[in-house]
């Protein structure tokens, strides 16, 4: 007896819906899966870059600690092989976590300060050639940028020497105050009738420059896009100088003073160094660059004898012998 077997599709649909809710199913775990890998890959990321800066920063330090053990020694190092005075670096900090590159320049060819309202930076001006030898610049150069990251110079003045009580919101670059001394004499009177101070006013025309010379006061036009504003001192003569840099109205990001030579080759400075210092943790490099003081300090310093946060008060009584009130209101 031969047994029929039905032939019909009654049960595709079933398997149909089945084999949807599956590949759906799939799909979402696979993109959940991916989701999930890719933000375990972006954290190990952050923290891999994290340790290659500070193995960046190790290779700074002890840069810095090689100098401070033997200054007279330092030369430069424009190869990432640690050898002669740079043979007692140890990049290797764990097996995996290294600085396999430091670079060292003692003659740059630029200086890097900060200047702001409140304090001052003190710098030394000491313009050399290649070989070290002092040499005269035909153009000292001052180039700062604005302390918000979206520069804005089209508000700022077209004309030189003509100062508001406020720069415009349009203009974000403070006025730039310089004052040049040319290392002769210690005393106070001296200091001040060797002392040169220029104001750099930044305009949205162009640039005018000023030679140098001991004058007080002396206003030097800077030309200024939305990127920075760059103003000049020509004909400076051969020597050390110090140089205090502040602002007015604004605070900068950084100042940067390059110098051409009379032949209009870019000059050398002595008084600051370059350290270039790469550290790597596994497969993720970082790279900072960083400038230090050959005396090893700040040279931060206050732009007025007294700063206060709040209201000072100070009362003076005129008479036959003038005295002080301590009483304020």
Not at 59 to 85: E, F, H, M, Q, R
Not at 223 to 250: D, K
Not at 271 to 276: A, L, S, Y
Request: proline share 6%.
């Amino acid at each position: 007896m031969r047994k029929s077997r039905p032939r019909n599709q009654h049960g595709l649909v079933s398997f149909l819906v089945t084999m949807i809710m599956m590949i759906v199913i799939t799909l979402i775990v696979v993109g959940f899966t991916q989701v999930v890998n890719r933000n375990r890959q972006n954290a190990l990321d952050k923290q891999l870059s994290t340790q290659a800066l500070y193995a960046a920063e190790s290779g700074v330090n002890d840069v810095v600690k090689l100098i401070k053990s033997n200054p007279a020694g330092l030369t430069a190092k424009t190869t990432c092989n640690n050898t002669g005075y740079y043979a007692s670096l140890q990049p290797q900090l764990t097996p995996e976590v290294s600085y396999p590159c430091v670079l060292v320049n003692p003659l740059p060819d630029s200086l890097v300060s900060s200047a702001n309202t409140e304090t001052s930076s003190v710098l030394p001006l000491k313009p050399v050639d290649s070989s070290g030898a002092p040499v005269a610049l035909s153009k000292l150069i001052f180039e700062w940028s604005s302390a918000v990251d979206n520069g804005d110079a089209s508000g700022c003045s077209a004309s030189l020497g003509k100062f508001t009580p406020d720069m415009p919101a349009t203009c974000t670059f403070g006025l730039l105050r310089a004052d040049i001394f040319n290392g002769t004499g210690l005393d106070p009177v001296t200091m001040a009738n060797n002392t040169s101070t220029y104001y750099l006013h930044p305009l949205k025309t162009g640039e005018v420059s000023q030679p140098y010379g001991v004058g007080k006061g002396i206003v030097i036009g800077a030309h200024c896009t939305n990127a920075s504003c760059v103003g000049t001192i020509t004909n400076l003569p051969a020597g050390a100088y110090y140089i205090r840099l502040s602002t007015i109205y604004r605070d900068t990001k950084s100042v940067k003073i390059s110098g051409l030579t009379s032949a209009g080759q870019p000059s050398r400075f002595l008084g600051q160094i370059k350290v270039d210092s790469t550290g790597r943790a596994v497969d993720v490099l970082r790279r900072i660059q960083v400038r230090l003081s050959v005396d090893g300090y700040n040279n931060q310093s206050p732009t007025a004898a007294l700063n206060s946060s709040s209201t000072v008060c100070k009362r003076l009584v005129m008479g036959a012998a003038p005295s002080y009130v301590s009483s304020c209101p």
